[in-house]
């Protein structure tokens, strides 16, 4: 493991903290949702209270390099400083004389946010030339940024090279003990809720999760690539089947039998011909899926029979949304699921949710904050929990 932040001597130091602020923003720049910022709080008091200058770095969105006014991080000052009650100076650079001025005169107690990384092409590049010019701004490095933990870039992988003292922020340290203890070490029974749109992306998580889970229950897009591979062969309709996947999901199938893993698909759907608010919506059994016709949302059978064995479980991870729930008619099935879920940790199971679309659920039907963790990074916690080694996690273990 590499060092936790509490065993680092802060005092004094100036601590470069890679964060994840990649907020969404309106069109008047405003941040809409600030669950990233709080998550790095933690973090953050706990350096301040220690007597260490901290110095912010973040990306957000995709400006490939470019300076794109409307990917400024100035926002996410204005937020965070509301956020810690304190006051928050802003960078307009990342690197070079003047930020290097403003990192030196960075006193104990403060705080200084640095401008988008991306704004460089060199931060996603692994650069190693811009990854000297962040190190120079400090004196200790911390990682707190579990949504980039899966990519190899300068400010969380290149960066460590320069540093001594090194270590995982109370963010990333949780992140990686909940998701690593879900899925090597749950209490039983342990359920997966799997959805979303595709089988892909999801391949070596499934796989991994048939050899380690009580329950898998597949709902989404992705349960109709299930329900049309050999043995179900079922005709779906229109639904979204992946034909390169078909073969996957057989193989997915079998070895949830030889396992013992009881695998559950939905029985019915709510189906329409387009995805819109005004759609209507036809409640049916998969099998009564016309041609013209799309499995939009799991149905009410399905919710009953997810709703029970979720009840009965003790450790439940959730990926993906069971229907296309940005839209109000197919929107029940992943509403029904979320609030089962905040029930159950309500009486003691462990729920985790991983992060992207099924946090963005979460908080559209006002229950975000009611399961035991859900995870900030959506592509980060889909390959640690395929058991794939985050490099930015593996790169703060290395020694200068
Ligand atoms: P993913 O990025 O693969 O996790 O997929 C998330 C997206 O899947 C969401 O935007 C949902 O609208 C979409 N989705 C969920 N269920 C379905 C479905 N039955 N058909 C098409 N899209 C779906």
């Not at 990686?176 to 070490?185: K, T």
């Not at 409640?283 to 799991?298: T, V």
């Amino acid at each position: 493991m590499p060092k936790h932040i509490q065993d680092l001597d802060v005092k004094g130091k100036r601590v470069f903290v890679r964060a994840d602020y990649n907020v969404p923003l309106d069109s008047e720049s405003k941040v809409t949702d600030d669950f990233r910022i709080q998550a790095s709080l933690p973090t953050i008091e706990y350096l301040l209270k220690q007597g260490a200058a901290v110095i912010l770095a973040s990306h957000l969105g995709r400006p490939k390099g470019a300076v794109i006014p409307e990917m400024s991080l100035a926002p996410v000052a204005g937020c965070l400083a509301e956020l810690v009650q304190a006051e928050v100076k802003f960078a307009p650079d990342c690197i070079g004389q003047e930020i290097e001025k403003l990192a030196a005169d960075l006193q104990p107690g403060q705080i200084l946010l640095l401008e988008n990384l991306r704004f460089h092409a060199e931060e996603t590049n692994n650069d190693s030339e811009f990854s000297k010019q962040l190190a120079a701004l400090a004196d200790v490095f911390v990682n707190d940024a579990f949504g980039t933990a899966h990519r190899a870039h300068a400010s969380n992988v290149g960066i460590t090279e320069h540093f001594q003292e090194k270590a995982a922020g109370f963010l990333l340290m949780k992140e990686i003990e909940f998701l690593v203890q879900a899925i090597e070490s749950p209490q039983r029974p342990f359920t997966v809720v799997m959805g979303g749109s595709k089988v892909s992306g999801k391949i070596d998580l499934l796989k991994r999760l048939a050899e380690v889970a009580d329950n898998i229950l597949i709902g989404g897009g992705m349960a109709f690539t299930f329900l049309s591979a050999p043995p179900l062969n079922h005709n779906v309709g229109a639904s979204l089947v992946e034909e390169n996947r078909l073969q996957f999901a057989s193989d997915v199938i079998d070895l949830c039998l030889s396992k013992g893993v009881n695998l559950v698909l939905p029985s019915d759907c709510i189906a329409g011909r387009e995805i819109s608010e005004d759609a209507k919506a036809q409640e049916l059994p998969i099998r009564a899926l016309e041609d013209d016709l799309m499995g939009l949302d799991i149905g009410r059978r399905t919710v009953k029979s997810f709703e029970e064995i979720i009840e009965s479980s003790k450790t439940v991870l959730w990926n993906g949304p069971m229907g296309v729930f940005e839209v109000t008619p197919f929107q029940q099935g992943t509403q029904a699921i979320a609030q089962k879920l905040c029930e159950i940790t309500k009486t003691g199971a462990t729920t985790i949710v991983g992060g992207g679309d099924s946090a963005a659920a979460l908080k559209k039907f006002g229950l975000a904050g009611c399961v035991t963790h859900t995870s900030t990074g959506g592509g980060a916690s889909l390959e640690l929990l395929s058991g794939i080694d985050l490099p930015a996690f593996e790169a703060l273990k290395g020694a200068k």
